[in-house]
């Protein structure tokens, strides 16, 4: 006689007991798709009902998807549409993006903001990207505002500045 177990080995007759089923039970118990969870919403879901953001790697619901297409979460998507608006030839539109990077306070940010500080010549522009970068902290952040500190001359560049660095020092205040 000649018996299959669940993931189709082949048994023999004899050793097909209780023991053998237990530990049969076991294996299916581990094939069992580990839930995900999503990062929005916080709910445990089956991986299929899930997707992962090409963006910031994390999980979240389908019902969180932008649109079918889109690879992105919605918080993420919205960041690289700002992102990119940081590099429009309208000084408006840059305004509007460099106060939307000051509010999201994200790090992921941060590789696209200090590219732009590099060739901004908008002094309301430079005022949010600085205070941003500020916002947003770290060593790295520190040293570019200390060093544009002593290059920029613009009253309103160099309020964004000090509105920076003086969130650093709140934040590493805090810290301790
Ligand atoms: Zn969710
Ligand atoms: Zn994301």
Redesign the pocket.
Known sequence: MTNYDQQGQHVEGDQFNADTINVNAGTINIIEPELKR?Y????L?RPEDTYECKRCRNF??L??KVDVSSPYSPKCKVLIDVEKSLFSSSDEVRRVAAQHIWSARDQSTMPALMRRIKVETDSITKHWLYSALGRIGGAEARRMLEEAQTQENDSLVLQGIEDGLQSITAETRFDK
């Open positions: 999503c929005i919403c916080g709910k879901c979240a619901c019902s969180h």
